[in-house]
């Protein structure tokens, strides 16, 4: 796929075949998204990837209790708290595929190294037919001691996304998006 319909026609999936995605597709993927931009050659970046539907459905439940707990000092969640107490809801949409990028925070630029490192995953995966969507709600939990002790992460490394993924099973028409605002001091050029 050339890369301008890629950037055109790419949107959020939270539904996918069942299609398995291998291992191998995914490391492919961060091999190719390891060629972003990196400020002073840091490349912060360091990768979890979980394949299990179920571990990802107890990290969910654990992340909805925790944001429950603290939706009081959490205003930008508060218009969720239905869904962070409906036992069905899984903030991982129940997929089976997770990759977190994680930063080391050494790196004054790690947020914006990462961030790159995130969109050239989310383009190649569509380039191959693999859906994508950055889960936001997951930023909390996958930050927690336990998880990254269990995941190997060292301490001074911290999320800047997760996403999951999966093969695409229905086409979806991109999001209509507004013209860009610029501001450059004059008045509209239009």
């Known amino acids: 796929m050339e890369i301008l319909e890629c950037i055109k026609n790419r949107r959020s999936y939270r539904k996918f075949s069942d299609k398995k995605l291998e291992y191998d597709i995914i490391k492919e993927l961060l091999e190719i998204s390891v060629c972003a931009p990196t400020a002073q050659m840091r490349e912060p970046w360091g990768f979890v990837i979980i394949q299990d539907k179920k571990e990802l459905k107890e990290i969910s439940n654990i992340a909805k209790r925790d944001i429950l707990e603290m939706i009081d000092d959490l205003p930008h969640f508060k218009k969720y708290e239905e869904w962070f107490r409906d036992p069905e809801y899984n903030i991982f949409y ?21 961030s790159c490192v995130t969109e050239n995953i989310i383009l190649a995966a569509f380039s191959k037919g693999i859906g994508t969507c950055w889960i936001g709600f997951g930023e909390h939990i996958l930050n927690k001691l336990e998880i990254k002790e269990k995941y190997g992460v060292p301490e001074n490394y911290e999320v800047v ?5 999966g093969y695409i099973s229905k086409e979806s028409k991109p999001p209509k998006r507004k013209h860009p605002i610029i501001f450059n001091g004059e008045t509209d050029r239009g």
């Open 94 to 114: 129940d997929a089976e595929n997770l990759v977190v990028v994680y930063g080391d925070k050494s790196a004054h630029w790690y947020k914006e190294d990462c």
């Open 161 to 165: 996304s997760s996403l999951i993924m």
